[in-house]
C-alpha cells in the first residue's frame, strides 16, 4: 500500500535512466507462458531479462548509475559489493566505457559468478562470508583509494534503472494486473512499483524471496531494516542484507509492495526445472523465483501477470544436477 510520503525514487527518475541507458542494455522481450497461462488461470507471461548481455536485469541500474556520474568519478574508478550479477553488470560497464572496476564479493559467491566477473577485466576481491563483509571492503577502498561506489541496490540511480523494466512491462502488457519480482535488497522490485503503479495504479507487486536469509521480507515484517544472517541457498543472488542504514529501497519496498511470498530450496529448484523443461530457458534460482511461486499455488493472480525472470548465471554442474540433462 502506498504511504502518504514522498518516494526517494520517482516515475521521471525511470523516465530519465531509460533515455540514459538506450542502445547500452537490451529491451528485453514479454513473452507469453502457455503452461504457467494454464497452471494459473490467467495470462502469463514472462519477461526475460536473461538476455541481457551479462544475463541478468543489473545492466539497466548498473549502467544508469555509472553514466549517471561524471567522468572524473568513473576515471578514479568504480567499485561495488556483489553476489554475482551485480558485480558482473558494473564490470561489463565498466570495460564498455573504458574505466578500471574493483568488485568485492564474499566466499559465498558461485564461482562460475566470479569467474565471469574476472574474464571481464575487473580486479576482484573476495572478503569473508556476507555480503556485508564485502561491502565493508568497499568502504575501505573507497576511503583509501577515492574510488567511486556503486550500490548493488540502495541507490537512487541504481533503482530508477531497474525501474526501466516497469516502463516495458505496462507497454508491452497494458493491462497488466500483477507483477512477481525476485526480492533481495528491494532495487529491482522497488524500482518496477514505482514505474508499475505510477502507470498502473491498480497493478499488485509482489516480491518473492527465499525462506533462507530474506532480508527485506524481514525488513518490512519489522517495520525498520534488520540484520538477517546470510545463509546458502538456490537463490544466491537474493542473499545479502539491505544494509542497516538504507536510504532508498526499505522505503520503497514497504509502501508499494503489495505481498512478499518466501519458498523453500525444492520449490526453488522446481522453478529451476521447469524453465528448463517447459519454458527451454536456462534459469537461476532467483530468476525462477516467480515461476516458482505459481507452481507452488503461494499467489492468487487477478489478471494479466508479467513473471520477471531475473538472470540465467547459474553454474552448470548445478543445473545439470537439478534438470537431469545437459545445458544449452
Given at each position: 500500500?502506498?504511504?502518504?510520503?514522498?518516494?526517494?525514487?520517482?516515475?521521471?527518475?525511470?523516465?530519465?535512466?531509460?533515455?540514459?541507458?538506450?542502445?547500452?542494455?537490451?529491451?528485453?522481450?514479454?513473452?507469453?507462458?502457455?503452461?504457467?497461462?494454464?497452471?494459473?488461470?490467467?495470462?502469463?507471461?514472462?519477461?526475460?531479462?536473461?538476455?541481457?548481455?551479462?544475463?541478468?536485469?543489473?545492466?539497466?541500474?548498473?549502467?544508469?548509475?555509472?553514466?549517471?556520474?561524471?567522468?572524473?568519478?568513473?576515471?578514479?574508478?568504480?567499485?561495488?559489493?556483489?553476489?554475482?550479477?551485480h558485480g558482473r553488470a558494473v564490470a561489463y560497464a565498466a570495460r564498455e566505457l573504458g574505466?578500471?572496476?574493483?568488485?568485492?564479493?564474499?566466499?559465498?559467491?558461485?564461482?562460475?559468478?566470479?569467474?565471469?566477473?574476472?574474464?571481464?577485466?575487473?580486479?576482484?576481491?573476495?572478503?569473508?562470508?556476507?555480503?556485508?563483509?564485502?561491502?565493508?571492503?568497499?568502504?575501505?577502498?573507497?576511503?583509501?583509494?577515492?574510488?567511486?561506489?556503486?550500490?548493488?541496490?540502495?541507490?537512487?540511480?541504481?533503482?530508477?534503472?531497474?525501474?526501466?523494466?516497469?516502463?516495458?512491462?505496462?507497454?508491452?502488457?497494458?493491462?497488466?494486473?500483477?507483477?512477481?519480482?525476485?526480492?533481495?535488497?528491494?532495487?529491482?522490485?522497488?524500482?518496477?512499483?514505482?514505474?508499475?503503479?505510477?502507470?498502473?495504479?491498480?497493478?499488485?507487486?509482489?516480491?518473492?524471496?527465499?525462506?533462507?536469509?530474506?532480508?527485506?521480507?524481514?525488513?518490512?515484517?519489522?517495520?525498520?531494516?534488520?540484520?538477517?544472517?546470510?545463509?546458502?541457498?538456490?537463490?544466491?543472488?537474493?542473499?545479502?542484507?539491505?544494509?542497516?542504514?538504507?536510504?532508498?529501497?526499505?522505503?520503497?519496498?514497504?509502501?508499494?509492495?503489495?505481498?512478499?511470498?518466501?519458498?523453500?530450496?525444492?520449490?526453488?529448484?522446481?522453478?529451476?526445472?521447469?524453465?528448463?523443461?517447459?519454458?527451454?530457458?536456462?534459469?537461476?534460482?532467483?530468476?525462477?523465483?516467480?515461476?516458482?511461486?505459481?507452481?507452488?499455488?503461494?499467489?492468487?493472480?487477478?489478471?494479466?501477470?508479467?513473471?520477471?525472470?531475473?538472470?540465467?548465471?547459474?553454474?552448470?554442474?548445478?543445473?545439470?544436477?537439478?534438470?537431469?540433462?545437459?545445458?544449452?
Amino acid at each position: 500500500m502506498i504511504e502518504n510520503t514522498v518516494l526517494p525514487v520517482s516515475l521521471a527518475d525511470i523516465e530519465r535512466a531509460a533515455t540514459r541507458i538506450a542502445g547500452r542494455v537490451v529491451r528485453t522481450p514479454l513473452t507469453p507462458s502457455p503452461t504457467l497461462s494454464k497452471r494459473a488461470g490467467q495470462p502469463v507471461h514472462l519477461k526475460l531479462e536473461t538476455l541481457q548481455p551479462i544475463g541478468a536485469f543489473k545492466l539497466r541500474g548498473a549502467m544508469n548509475a555509472i553514466l549517471s556520474r561524471d567522468n572524473a568519478a568513473r576515471r578514479r574508478g568504480l567499485v561495488t559489493a556483489s553476489t554475482g550479477n551485480h558485480g558482473r553488470a558494473v564490470a561489463y560497464a565498466a570495460r564498455e566505457l573504458g574505466v578500471p572496476a574493483t568488485i568485492c564479493m564474499s566466499s559465498l559467491v558461485p564461482a562460475n559468478k566470479v569467474e565471469a566477473i574476472r574474464s571481464l577485466g575487473a580486479n576482484i576481491r573476495i572478503v569473508g562470508v556476507s555480503q556485508d563483509d564485502a561491502q565493508d571492503e568497499v568502504e575501505r577502498l573507497v576511503q583509501t583509494l577515492d574510488l567511486t561506489p556503486i550500490p548493488p541496490f540502495d541507490d537512487v540511480d541504481v533503482v530508477a534503472g531497474q525501474g526501466t523494466i516497469g516502463l516495458e512491462l505496462v507497454e508491452d502488457l497494458p493491462d497488466l494486473a500483477t507483477v512477481l519480482v525476485p526480492l533481495s535488497g528491494g532495487g529491482l522490485a522497488g524500482g518496477i512499483a514505482v514505474a508499475a503503479k505510477a502507470l498502473k495504479p491498480q497493478a499488485r507487486i509482489i516480491g518473492i524471496s527465499m525462506e533462507r536469509g530474506a532480508a527485506m521480507y524481514a525488513a518490512v515484517a519489522a517495520g525498520k531494516p534488520v540484520a538477517v544472517r546470510e545463509e546458502e541457498t538456490l537463490a544466491d543472488s537474493l542473499g545479502g542484507g539491505i544494509g542497516l542504514s538504507n536510504r532508498v529501497t526499505f522505503a520503497l519496498c514497504r509502501a508499494l509492495l503489495d505481498d512478499v511470498v518466501l519458498l523453500t530450496e525444492d520449490e526453488i529448484a522446481a522453478g529451476i526445472r521447469h524453465a528448463a523443461r517447459e519454458e527451454d530457458q536456462v534459469v537461476e534460482g532467483a530468476g525462477a523465483v516467480g515461476m516458482a511461486a505459481i507452481l507452488a499455488n503461494k499467489v492468487q493472480l487477478l489478471g494479466p501477470t508479467a513473471v520477471i525472470v531475473s538472470g540465467r548465471n547459474i553454474d552448470p554442474a548445478i543445473h545439470r544436477s537439478l534438470i537431469g540433462r545437459s545445458t544449452r
